[in-house]
């Protein structure tokens, strides 16, 4: 679970705009992990952990929102194979915040993607798409579209005189 959440802290580090400023590493390692759920399903066989109804995780100031999270488990050892949210998946930190319909976090590839209308908000800076792949350990981001949705990109510059009065 450590995992999950700490590479769900690098979507929002990183994936977002082209301005956003990333995260150090392991930011939030360390914290407590606390999943709140109307309900959670284990089941040893098939190597899951299903938390379902209003699901909320958060470590630090990181929080995931979705209707489902499963937990999947690799069969040597125990060690985490990858995780799904689905159904109104909202990851929030500080400003920034990313929607989808699901999200996946494959942990052999060490990616995350946002399916379903994906978008990344960080104040008035936004990026969207059909498919927002976010690949952590390379600290990279690829946004796709597809014939039904385009790459939508909007960044707002920054107003002269606001940036700590550094002009040239």
């Known amino acids: 679970m450590r995992l ?3 590479a769900m802290l690098f979507l929002l580090a990183s994936l977002g705009t082209a301005h956003a400023a990333p995260l150090p590493k392991g930011g939030q390692e360390g914290q407590p992990i606390t999943i709140k759920s ?3 399903f284990t089941d040893s066989k098939s190597k899951t952990a299903t938390f379902t109804g209003k699901v909320i995780a958060r470590q630090g100031d990181l929080t995931i929102y ?3 999270l499963v937990v999947y488990y690799k069969e040597d050892g125990g060690d985490l194979d990858r995780v799904e949210a689905s159904g109104n998946v909202r990851i929030v930190q500080g400003d920034r915040l990313a929607t ?3 999200g996946v976090y ?11 209308d994906p978008k990344v908000i960080q104040g008035e800076n936004t990026v969207s798409g059909k498919v927002i792949t976010y690949f952590v350990n390379e600290e990279k981001s690829v946004v796709t579209g597809g014939p039904d949705a385009r790459v939508e990109a909007v960044i707002t510059p920054k107003e002269k005189g606001k940036d700590g009065g550094k002009q040239r």
């Open 4 to 6: 999950m959440l700490t």
């Open 106 to 116: 494959q942990s052999a590839e060490q990616k995350i993607i946002l399916t379903g």
């Open 100 to 102: 989808a319909r699901e």
């Open 38 to 40: 109307n309900e959670l």
């Open 66 to 68: 979705a209707d489902k």
